[in-house]
């Protein structure tokens, strides 16, 4: 979209030079015509100079707005390295890059040309790769839109290779589900992901408040975030708004009433407009008593970590996974970790689920799947590489390497990978749980937006609860119908 | 040979030549006319590299653009035909896309005016004889080069958030200060306000028109007591006219192109509420975010109209305000 009118911006010189005729001459006749002469000898009366100048120009950014949007589909790149790409914080980047040095060294005949950025952008670019001809050889790909990329053709499945050089040995079912897609898998998992609740525990050592217990309520939450407030003088609010948080919070809260997500087709929405509205009720309530923050900084936060109500230090807790975890910490407090709370605790009823953190998947068109395959197995079991990327891609899948890094792990590592094994386990014991969702359907990333900006327009007034939940309810039924 | 005194009337004009050319003569001669009537194809191969340009770059996607935009096409697999159902969805059914035209609508309808006024006042200031008044100019300058970039944008972010720079001025008057750029009633003119600020490309034009603007004209004025605010109003402006158009036409087809501040400000979200969501951040995150690139080329195509619209009307609207010299007889 950025192109600058470049046809229009030079066209008045070129229009000038060649419409008129080159007689150095006064016409007769006529004197108050004003006439400008260039140097070269041509004349242009301003009125053709404003008005070709204007018109060119017009039509020149006019045509640029239309060229930005065209492509075609082509096929993969065919020559040269191996490209892999990946998204992540720098203690991330550092880290792959070490382990990929070690493969290097191992594998001198693969070259690999790595590129790396952060989240923002990077599936994006992914599209426009693939759409291009260029899509990389190997990617690390998002649990959430793992399903997306297989259905429409993109990742090459992996099943063929699983047990001769692909390794998946201590990798339990669960986890391989979230890079399974129509019963073929094309990502293999590169930890478990779970969904806990980031807390400052020196900040709340602080205000004289101690860490809840794991088994905890929606209103215990709300009791010590409403302390959180009053504590600090009204300085610091409690927990930060999951009003519009979906994976890590509202799909939780659903799960546990008995109600998924997605429905199983992946063709509807899987929870009830009531549960929606009684979990906005509470989110507006939380707002109300200032356990959490106002519209404005949750808004500020929409897409920036370095924005996030416990980064800034305007919150205690949040659901944000990116403050800690897969994307190292970013901020120097002290963290602990908390499950998501439940509702009613009996332990049997579990919102909680187990994903696969991120994945790592080849493309399709690439033609250097096999080489692929092999750092996808070097990422899954070697040492080296197990130790060089810690939890940086969430809590490693295996027994072996979760054992491989516990003796060099830092405090809040440690706490983050016990809090994991806990939840882990409580969502194995409990018996009338969902089963894990599905892998989310096309325009499920819309669909979470939707959910976070529904909030948002409840939380500065624009709309009631009511209405809003309907909304939701009507345009995501148009999204997921296509 | 000797001229007649009485031909003294066509005296200048070159006479015919009394004796007929040679062969050689005659041959150079009908090279020079086809020269004259563009005869030859050797020019085309110097323009070839402009003409693949031109097509390859601007005419083919623009077509290819127009045959997407009745298309599903996600990028990623083929496109499939489906008629007019990408427009009938953005005008029946699409709250987002009324969101956007909203935005930007206010966008182009409040910065261009805002942008043009500041970029003439300041032009004004700038047209006199003062010592270092290229830095002057140049200063004013900056924050045009300056203002496409990314970096300018999040200093933008910085200094307007809830804890940036703006409130901090505010505070020292008293004023607690809210985060203009999330919340939803103020953070598009934050974004109206970055436009205005890069008003350096319209003053170095107007700078330009100025400076040719007759001097005895306004000697005349000031003999008959015409005051600065007279002069401005029935001098000036009238002469600058042209400008203006000019100015007006080329920032209204900007400021509906207007894209990375939008998305820079607010992080490619549109937010909060779609209140930055302009429309170029939306055609772009249907494209390349939601992989919706038909919806995304129907998109387009209506900006196309809509500015094709804009600029007519102005070229219309223009007769009747705009005063080109040639036209005072």
Known sequence: MQQAARPGE?????????????????????????????????????????????????????????????????????????????????????????????????????????????????????????????????????????????????????????????????????????????????????????????????????????????????????AVATQVHKKSGGKIYGVDDGGGSTLQCFEIFAREKGQPFFSDDGKKLGFSADTLQEWWEFWAGMRRDNASPPPAVTSAAHNDLTKNAVVIGKALFTFDSGVYGAGGSITDAQ??????????????????????GVLLSATKASKKAADSVKIMDFFAQDPTAIKDMRLLRGIPPTEKARSLI????????????????????????????????????????????????????????????????????????????? | MTTAKTDGAVGERPAAPATPAGPRERERMRRRAARRRGGGWWPYLFLAPWFAGLFGLTVYPMLDSLYLSFTDFDLLTPAKWIGAQNYTHMFSDDPVFWDSVHATLLYVLVSVPLKLALALGVAILLNRPLKGIGVYRAAFYLPSLLGGAVAVAIVWRQVFGGDGLFNDFLGWFGIKGQDWISSPDTSIYTLILLAVWQFGTPMVIFLAGLKQLP???????????????????RITLPLLTPIVFFNLVLQIIDGFKTFTPAYVVSNGTGGPLDSTMLYSLYLYKKGFTDLQMGYASALAWVLFLVIAGFTAVNFIAGRYWVHYDDDID
């Open chain 2, 215 to 233: 001097k005895d004209v306004y000697e005349a004025a000031a003999i008959d007591g015409a005051g600065t605010l007279t002069r401005f109003f």
């Open chain 1, 406 to 482: 516990s003796a060099g792990l830092n405090e809040t590592d440690k706490l983050n990978m016990a809090m994991a094994d806990y939840i882990s386990q409580r969502v194995s014991k409990a018996t009338d749980a969902l089963p894990a969702p599905v892998p989310p359907p096309g325009g499920a990333d819309q669909i979470w937006d939707l959910l976070f900006q529904s909030n948002l327009a409840v939380a500065f007034g624009k709309k009631t609860i009511k209405a809003q939940a309907s909304e939701f309810f009507d345009q995501a039924q148009s999204i997921l119908a296509g």
């Open chain 1, 10 to 222: 030079a066209a008045p010189a070129r229009r000038a030079s060649t419409t008129h005729a080159p007689v150095p001459q006064r016409p007769a006749g006529d004197p108050s015509r004003t006439l400008r002469e260039d140097p070269v000898g041509h004349q242009i009366s301003r009125r053709t100079l404003f008005r070709t100048a204007g018109g060119l120009a017009a039509a020149g950014a006019l045509g640029a707005t239309l060229t930005a949007c065209a492509g075609g589909t082509g096929a993969g790149s065919d020559s040269g390295d191996l490209t892999m790409t990946w998204w992540g914080s720098d203690e991330r980047h550092a880290a792959y890059k070490k382990a990929l040095a070690t493969f290097q060294k191992n594998n001198p005949k693969i070259k690999i040309e790595t590129r790396y950025s952060g989240y923002d952008g990077y599936f994006d670019k992914f599209n426009t790769q693939v759409a291009g001809g260029s899509a990389p050889d190997l990617l690390q790909m998002d649990t959430a839109l793992v399903a997306q990329y297989a259905r429409k053709g993109i990742l090459a499945p992996l099943d063929s290779y699983v047990g001769k050089s692909l390794d998946l040995t201590g990798f339990s079912k669960t986890l391989l589900a979230a890079g399974t897609v129509d019963g073929k898998l094309y990502g293999v998992p590169s930890g478990i992901g779970v969904n806990q609740l980031t807390v400052n525990r020196t900040g709340l050592e602080k205000l004289g408040l101690k860490l809840p217990e794991r088994e905890w309520t929606w209103n215990d939450l709300k």
């Open chain 1, 335 to 356: 963290l602990d970790f908390l499950p998501t709370p439940q509702g009613d605790w009996s332990g049997a009823r579990e919102g909680n689920f187990v994903n696969g």
